[in-house]
């Protein structure tokens, strides 16, 4: 359900993110787009469908080009045809190709995709593409999006409910688009025709760390409730009850071989004496040794593998390792449950029951009258510590014929320490000392992300130039780590330093920089280019103290003016003290909300120049 950055995709899905994301590419725009949405009744099968007509022209403001136009269908969305014409002709040559929807070259899901390259050959040419595609379960139609990835000149989606369908369009961001709405009814067919233009829509534009698109694109979740057609009675989900009692049908027969998880419990619990270092023990194994292949929001399957089968085979997406994590744990005889969850890249809570409200799934812990959350698919994290992605968020956990409704906890920036002390002397044109440093919370998973990255002989060399920050002049001897393996504890390196030519010696007087790593020192904002918000992958908590010794017969002369930035999104401090025969330099940088409006940008400009005016002077240390 949940896609992490990180992984190579296909081709495939590098011609999705070329078609559907074109960003600020101003040769092609789209004149004229149209999407018709209508309910229907299906005899033969008995089920009610929704039959989605789409048409979209792209034309041509410039210079001869060509787009791949990509479609996603599954076994619950059916394209039942396609079409394209350029200037009004249908092109030779181009024959849609239809294939899984893959990472690495593996499928795991019954994800599929339709793609063709589109020719669009001169400055004035209009190219035209359509689609028919048919969905078989309302419970599946649950968005309808306005924008683009091409500035859309005009586009009208049009949604036809007859009277016995119950359905509910709830309008999202709508607010500074040009969106006009119209009703009326269709009498021979006794429904309602909802229809919806937009006129001079910005194409979509994708940027590093943003909200997710349903914090930011206007779009309609369609919320379908329940439909009688023809003296038939379905329901969907009226309630979030319907939503559980869809999700508890999808998982509670799974035929798991019970014999084969105990035994594996029980190996990996060996010698484990507590009940907490064997929950600890599960978990922390299923998070190194199943490996975790997801894809992005939307794919149909919501049933978990077989927890017998991701054991055996070592992989599996969120939902197979949080049924995994619950089988092993059940089989001990712990009371673990399945538990599902939307990540902070989705905007909606389960107050709007629809299948877009969660994308993730991870198990809950009842132990001794407390709740722990376990989510494998966070390879280094460690227990009863959560990821940013999930804090806060609402939680259903399964209980069975009834459901709870909770929430993770949220944590604060001090669960993510980055920690360095250093305490340094100067030897003619060099600072020699030793450093510790730790880490902790999201800070601790990167890098034991990074080092599991690379192969065990290479690791430690790879830790010396991450610290060093491959600075050839930064030596690092006498390097330790605590057990990297350990994820209970914050991880700690001690080393010595050597830092050659960071000194300058004119005379009698030494002109010193005790920061080397000067962090935040470059990050500011384009705010004639950035488009959205700017999200932290978490919150920040960076400390910083170096303890310099001075020379014999020497005294601090000058010194940096002291920062205190703070408000209620982050703080940045620099502040030197002095005593008799020691300087001591503190620094601590906090983001408290890793949420950043653009509207603070500016602000945030202004702190990081002020932050850089204190990085860019020198301590002058004189003789006496």
């Known amino acids: 359900m949940f896609f992490r950055s990180g992984f190579m995709l296909t081709a495939l899905c590098l011609f999705l993110s070329i078609a559907k994301a074109a960003d600020k590419d101003t040769n092609v725009v789209i004149s004229k787009a149209s999407e018709f949405y209508e309910f229907v009744f299906n005899k033969k099968s008995g089920n009610v469908e929704i039959k989605q007509n789409m048409s979209t022209a792209y034309f041509c403001n410039s210079f001869r080009t060509s787009l791949y136009v990509v479609e996603m269908y599954n076994d619950q969305t059916m394209i039942d045809a396609v079409d394209f014409a350029v200037d009004g002709k249908k092109p030779k ?152 009692g869809w999700y508890r049908s999808l998982v509670k027969d799974i035929p798991n071989e019970s014999g084969a998880l105990k035994t594996k419990a029980e190996e990996i619990t060996k010698g484990k004496s507590t009940d907490l270092d064997k929950i600890k023990s599960i978990f922390y194994w299923v998070q190194n040794n199943v490996r975790y292949i997801a894809f992005e929001d939307g794919i ?109 906890p949220s944590t604060n920036y001090q669960q993510n320490l980055d920690k360095e002390k250093r305490v340094l002397n100067i030897s003619g044109t060099d600072l020699n000392g030793s450093a510790e440093h730790e880490w902790k919370g999201e800070e601790k998973e990167y890098i034991l992300t990074q080092l599991n990255n690379i192969k065990k002989d290479k690791s430690k060399e790879a830790f010396m130039k991450y610290l060093s920050e491959n600075n050839k002049d930064y030596v690092l001897t006498d390097f330790t780590t605590s057990n990297l393996e350990d994820f209970d504890n914050s991880i700690t390196a001690k080393y010595n330093i050597s830092f050659r030519n960071a000194v300058s010696n004119f005379g009698k007087e030494y002109y010193v920089d005790l920061d080397f790593r000067k962090e935040l020192g470059s990050f500011t904002f384009d705010t004639s280019e950035r488009t959205h918000d700017y999200w932290f992958d978490y919150k920040m908590n960076v400390q910083r103290e170096t303890e310099l010794t001075l020379p014999a017969g020497y005294t601090v002369t000058g010194l940096p003016a002291n920062v205190e930035i703070k408000n209620s999104d982050y703080e940045f401090i620099v502040q030197y003290i002095k005593q008799k025969d020691k300087l001591i330099y503190k620094k601590s940088l906090v983001v408290k909300n890793p949420r950043l409006s653009k509207t603070k940008f500016a602000q945030w400009n202004k702190d990081i120049e002020k932050l850089n005016q204190a990085y860019n002077e020198q301590i002058v240390i004189t003789a006496k």
């Open 300 to 408: 149909a399957g919501f049933r978990p593998e077989k927890a017998h089968e991701v054991l055996r085979r070592k992989y599996g997406d969120c939902k197979g390792m949080a049924h995994l994590t619950k089988e092993l744990l059940k089989s001990l005889g712990y009371d673990a449950r399945l538990t599902w969850i939307g990540t902070n890249h989705i905007a909606y809570d389960y107050s709007t029951p629809n299948l877009s409200v969660d994308n993730h799934m991870i198990c809950a812990l009842n132990h001794q009258g407390k709740t722990y959350f376990l989510d494998a698919t966070e390879t280094y994290i460690g227990f009863n510590e959560y990821a940013e992605r999930i804090q806060g968020r609402q939680v259903l956990i399964e209980d069975g014929e009834k459901y709870i409704l909770t929430n993770i």
């Open 93 to 244: 040559g181009i024959v849609p190709a239809y294939e899984y929807y893959s990472i690495d070259n593996t499928f795991y899901s019954d994800a599929k995709v339709c793609y063709f390259e589109l020719p669009i050959p001169k400055k004035g040419s209009t190219s035209e593409v359509s689609f028919q595609k048919t969905i078989v379960d309302p419970r599946y139609f649950t968005s309808i999006y306005f924008a683009e990835g091409y500035v859309v000149q005009e586009k009208e989606i049009t949604v036809k409910v007859p009277k016995w369908m119950k359905v509910e369009l709830k309008e999202m961001n709508f607010k500074g688009y040009n969106i006009t709405k119209s009703n009326s009814y269709d009498s021979r067919d006794d429904a309602d025709v909802y229809t919806y233009t937009i006129t001079d829509a910005p194409a979509i534009v994708k940027e590093r760390h943003s909200p997710g698109p349903t914090y930011i694109y206007p779009h309609i979740l369609v919320m379908a409730k329940s439909a009688t057609p023809n003296g038939n009675s379905f329901t969907y989900f009226n309630t979030l009850k319907d939503q559980y």
